[in-house]
């Protein structure tokens, strides 16, 4: 076993690339901020037992696609495979239940989850969630909706499109599960062993079954939506009512079942046919039995789980504009201990000043130095050898024109600089933007 190959599924996210996954995820909470959602952070494990009954016993994910495992103390321990259950259990066993309603949780988490590895398919992803807990109101639900439309929108991604279904509360699901029953009962030969197992315990799974005999055979089934009672039809009148004042385009999709059981009426997708087979970026919906089912009190709530990796996939397919990644302000490029001793205390002046300096850690020589700060991209350079440092005064580099600029070393140190560099640098430019070393410059501070 290689000890520097990572576990099939894993994928690492590199120093250069970082930058993107942090603008996708700052996005995101920045966008539910504005929605009065707050970030919930929940432990990585939990009991097995709580995606039971969170998940459901009769999904693929609790059935197939779970990491559990006993550790030391005996404990039956699952990784979490999504992040809806942790939240809940977070939001009773710390009397969120208790405080004003709903409340309003968002997260960014790995999860995990036994599948084949794929393009978008993964055995560690990450999921940006939210969760608001105590609220039946379809506005509820078309504001979560909102929510995710407006990550979208900020990011610059194109071409998604949003699906809606309604699966009904549970007296609808009653009879719609007889009518799936009926039907599927009739083909049960037909069906893999996953789906005749569901057929009796929960018959609507077989309609979210990847494989192809089944899907086809579920192509005819009977549809959800003709099975809603009176209140959950309304529901869901609203809740598109909502979104058609919010301008948000949809579709309703009666084959959307989504992977989770604990789903009560409007269950949403946003999908996209630009990054192949695993389409689905976003899925969410109303969970109205969950809480209680986790023994809490009736409370209606609603969430949903973007894909962090697909929507980068979905992003870098459709070139959409990323941020690039930060580059130092200035690299010290100096030569002798006297030098050195001036860059570590110009460094640390300008790094409480807000600006990114380094200087050379590994006691190179000039042109080495030189070559290492062209790599990282610093945008200045200064030069500093025991000359400089004994008359104060350097060349401050500005590494995108090659342009010099003489410059007084004493405007650099102590937390006061003078005027004169101010001034020098007014005229500096990056990409031909002003570069602004303002901060810098307390003018008038000048003792
Ligand atoms: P799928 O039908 O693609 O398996 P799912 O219904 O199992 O998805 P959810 O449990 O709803 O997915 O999770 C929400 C989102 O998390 C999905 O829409 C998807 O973007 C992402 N996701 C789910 N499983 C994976 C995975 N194995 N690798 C990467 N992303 C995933
Ligand atoms: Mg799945």
Not at 127 to 135: L, P, Y
Request: net charge negative; with cysteine; glycine share 8%.
């Amino acid at each position: 076993m290689l000890i520097t190959k990572a576990i099939k599924g894993t994928k690492d996210v590199l120093p250069k690339e970082v930058h993107k996954n942090q603008y996708i995820e700052a996005t995101a909470l920045d966008v539910a901020e504005k929605y009065g959602y707050k970030e919930i952070r929940t432990p990585v494990f939990e009991h097995t037992e709580l995606f039971q009954r969170g998940v459901g016993d009769t999904t693929d994910v609790v059935q197939k696609e779970m990491y559990s495992f006993d550790d030391k103390g005996g404990r039956n321990i699952t990784l979490r495979p999504e992040g809806t259950a942790g939240a809940a259990r977070a939001f009773l066993e710390n009397g969120l239940s208790n405080e004003a309603l709903p409340q309003k949780v968002c997260y960014i988490t790995s999860c995990y989850r036994y599948e084949k590895p794929q393009a978008g398919r993964l055995r560690e992803f990450h999921q940006f969630g939210v969760e608001c807990f105590g609220s039946q109101s379809p506005l509820a639900d078309a504001e979560i909706i909102s929510l995710a439309k407006s990550i979208f929108d900020n990011l610059g991604v194109k071409d998604i499109s949003l699906e809606i279904n309604s699966i009904g509360c549970p007296e609808c699901r009653a009879k719609y599960h007889e009518a799936l029953k009926e039907y599927f009962r009739a083909k049960q030969d037909e069906l893999c062993d996953s789906c005749r197992d569901r057929l009796e315990r929960n018959p609507m799974r077989i309609l979210d079954c990847k494989s192809p005999v089944c899907s086809k055979i579920a192509e005819d089934a009977p549809v959800v939506l003709d099975y809603l009672c009176d209140a959950c039809k309304e529901h869901f009148e609203q809740v598109q009512k909502y979104l058609k004042a919010e301008n948000i385009d949809f579709i309703v999709n009666p084959k959307i079942v989504r992977g989770l059981d604990y789903y009560t009426k409007t269950v949403f997708e946003f999908v996209s046919n630009s990054i192949g087979a695993q389409g689905t970026v976003c899925g969410g919906g109303r969970y109205d039995g969950l809480i209680e089912e986790l023994g809490g009190q009736h409370t209606p709530s609603l969430g949903f789980g973007m894909g962090l990796e697909r929507l980068m996939l979905l992003m870098e397919t459709q070139g959409c504009d990323f941020p690039e990644s930060s580059k130092p302000d200035l690299f010290i490029v100096s030569m002798g201990e006297k030098a050195t001793l001036k860059a570590v205390e110009i460094a640390k002046d300008m790094r409480e000043e807000g600006f990114s300096c380094l200087y050379d850690i590994n006691g190179r020589g000039l042109r080495a130095q030189m070559k290492y700060a062209d790599k990282l991209g610093a945008k200045f350079t200064v030069v500093l050898g025991d000359n400089e440092v004994s008359e104060g005064i350097a060349k401050l580099k500005n590494m995108q024109t090659g342009e010099e600029t003489e410059i007084a070393l004493s405007t650099f140190v102590s937390g006061y600089y003078n005027i004169t560099l101010s001034e020098q640098l007014a005229d500096l430019e990056i990409n031909g933007e002003a570069f602004d070393f303002g901060s810098l410059f307390k003018v008038g501070d000048n003792e």
